[in-house]
């Protein structure tokens, strides 16, 4: 399974544009990247999956470059309930998606 | 109203007890998990079923033993606790989980178990 890494914490303001990167260097051809978002004393939580480019819903976007060896999570205008640790996990059909693995995760803490 | 439920929310007990955990899901999912999230938050699958079957069954020692009475149940029945089972246990459950599409997991709100 591909490897993630993930910054371990990272501080923002209410208002603010929020990026969150992961790396995943080993990424296999047929692998997607899933986003979980988890509150505090709460389970994990979908927020997004893509496999290039761009994708976007009504809570984030997530931008996959072309070599697909990261990609980004983007939080538009942060409130303070957007504090959470945010995961990103890398499976696909040929590893298997009932195995994704989630890693240690970003953890966020907005501020007013 | 809850789509996937856990109990109790806190366990605490002695080493060498034997405990269970119940979860129930709602959604009409045919794919359940359990996951062990330890002290510094890593989230590691343990167990899944897929329509009663187990499908996974990570390195888990075999005290833990998960049972499906039906698809919408999945308990965590544990022997002879030892202090390093203390974690939060969360159940989740997803449409059935297929090797070749993605079908997104929901989380219970975890089980708290601590031994003493």
């Known amino acids: 399974l591909a490897k993630t890494t993930q910054p371990i914490s990272m501080d923002s303001y209410e208002g603010q544009e929020v990026n969150i990167t992961c790396s995943h260097n080993?990424?296999?051809?047929?692998?997607?990247i899933t986003w979980y978002q988890q509150f505090p004393s709460q389970g994990p939580r979908f927020i997004i999956q893509?496999?290039?480019t761009k994708v976007t819903n009504e809570v984030a976007s997530l931008f996959i470059p072309a070599d697909r060896k990261s990609s980004t999570l983007s939080l538009p205008r942060v409130s303070l309930s957007d504090t959470a640790v945010y995961y990103c996990?890398?499976?696909?059909?040929?590893?298997?998606?009932?195995?994704?693995?989630f890693g240690t995760g970003t953890r966020l803490l907005v501020s007013p | 109203d809850t789509a996937v439920s856990q109990t109790p929310k806190y366990l605490v007990t002695q080493m060498g007890n034997d405990k269970s955990i119940k979860c129930e899901q709602n959604?009409?999912?045919?794919?359940m998990y359990w996951y062990k999230q330890d002290s510094k938050k890593f989230l590691k699958i343990m167990f899944s079923?897929?329509?009663?079957?187990?499908?996974i069954n990570e390195t888990v020692p075999n005290r833990f033993s998960p049972k499906s009475p039906d698809k919408a149940h999945l308990n965590l029945h544990i022997n002879s606790l030892e202090l390093g089972d203390s974690a939060v246990y969360f159940c989740?459950?997803?449409?059935?989980?297929?090797?070749?599409?993605?079908?997104?997991?929901?989380f219970g709100p975890g089980t708290r178990l601590t031994v003493l």
């Open positions: 989740a459950s997803s449409p059935r989980q297929r090797r070749s599409s993605y079908n997104e997991q929901f």
């Open positions: 080993n990424i296999a051809t047929n692998d997607y």
């Open positions: 893509g496999y290039k």
């Open positions: 996990l890398v499976g696909g059909p040929n590893t298997g998606f009932q195995k994704l693995v």
């Open positions: 959604l009409g999912h045919d794919t």
């Open positions: 079923y897929n329509n009663k079957e187990l499908i």
